[in-house]
């Protein structure tokens, strides 16, 4: 019997033993977390928010550096096209369905391990919440990565894995600028443009750990429609994608 | 047709748009390949043979004509994992040592060799912790082929299996191929090296510009390609008086020199020192692939 979950262990391993991933997709985070939250741990009453800045970094950078996680991860098989891998995968009996899922899930992994480490980061600093508080944050962020899970897969098979870096470079940082990642969005166009981006409603989920309600309609509406939509791309660009990259 | 359980093409077709304008990089091919039989895909860079290669594996859709893989498409004979298959670039992922990358494609079939057996089979059993990046091309070639066989195919498709391995590797590796073809798999392998072709082929296919010029035997198609060249330096003696020579099919001057193509060089040469004793710098050499396929296409190149 063919086995599915040896194949993803051994797709696990690869990428541990990847230095520069973990460089870039646990440390940068994390590294910015404490330049950016370090100095202002006494902080206890954001902007008159009632909300301390250790608090409101982990979140944002726990959802930023997620979505960077996931998108990289996906944006690897750029570069495993290169080398011919994929076409040697179709000379296997691998299922799409199969190589879609090791795929999200190695790039979940990848995320969870930086939100982790953000919460872990966060406590050093005096973050404090209640278990419920955690668990309703972490559950949302994980469903609100989803779309960034099938659209790091479609670059992977759209780009090169020489134009690969910049363009997840680029779509992380306009996803995260547009979704308010940085500072929040005031005005009432981008706010309609904000809202319509899955990377908002990514923001949205981890202010639940700020004592915000998540997601109404239009939320789920959006990251539904985005995931369902790259994940069709993705699928067409894997069964198309057999020829010499 | 029914009774092939190997593979059939039947009046492929495939055609490329590049920039300076369509590549037609097959051009209607038929080609049969039996159960058990190892058959050479013979033919110089640019043939057609990677791109045969690709349509037989469906990696690429042929623009006419049929593919049938055990009887069926090749997607099917792929999915049961039936067909192992050796590109010219793939299937060596870095962050991975030899054995672990094997491991990671058996665990991908349903019925794999033992690990161990494959990187034996592939001679690698002193590299097994090797990271697969730091790995000679020889090395990797040789990965290839165990990442090919470890799913026990049916059939195994090599495209330029031997490229990259020095004489040692090359000898092992054929004969490994022999040991798995005398268990009953089906060989198809393209090369453009004329000697493997001969060695270790049942049956050759010759492609030349996209199209299949020869199918035989080795010997015959080695009568066709293998055939030599004489130069020497001999003025004054007419070209006609020369093509009367035993073996000779073709006389060329140039200048004082002339080069007579033979079909039997060793009969020429004879000859050709008994009656032009005054022939100087002799030399015989084999005509070479490339020579002998752009003389046997230049009519249809001209007609295409």
Redesign the interface.
Known sequence: ????L??AR??L??TF??RRLYIFSLGFPLVLYYAIAGPNRNEHDLGGTGISAPLYFMVGLAAFGAMNAVLGSGARIAA?RS???N????????STRTYFRVKVATAYVMGILTIALLYVAGATLGVHLQAGNWLAMTGLVLIGLAPFAALGILLGHLLTSDSVGPAIGGTTAVFALLGGTWFPITSGAMQKLAEALPSYWLVQASHVGLGEHGWGTTGWLVVVAWTVGAAVLARRAYARD???V | MARSGGIELRGLEKTFSSPAGAVRAVRGIDVEVHEGETVALLGPNGAGKSTTV?ML????RPDAGTVAVFGGPPEQA????R???M?Q????????TVR??V???A????EPLDVDEALRLAQLSEITDRRSERLSGGERQRLRFA?ALV?DPDLLVLDEPTVGMDVESRRAFWSTVRELSAHGKTFLFATHYLEEADAYADRVVLMAHGRVVADGPPTEIKAIVGSRTIRATLPDVPLEELERLTGVTHAERHGESVALACSNSDAALRELIVRHPEARDIEVRGAGLEDAFVQLTTGEEVAA
Do not use: C, H, I
């Open positions: 019997m063919s086995n599915p040896a194949y051994f797709e391993l690869r033993r990847n495993e080398v011919g891998w076409r040697q995968l179709r000379l296997t009996p691998l057999t020829q010499k | 690709d594996l469906g990696l690429q792929v999915g049961a994992g067909v192992g298959a590109l670039e793939g299937g060596v992922l870095r962050d991975l672990e990358l491991a990671m494609m665990a991908l079939f349903p990442v799913s």
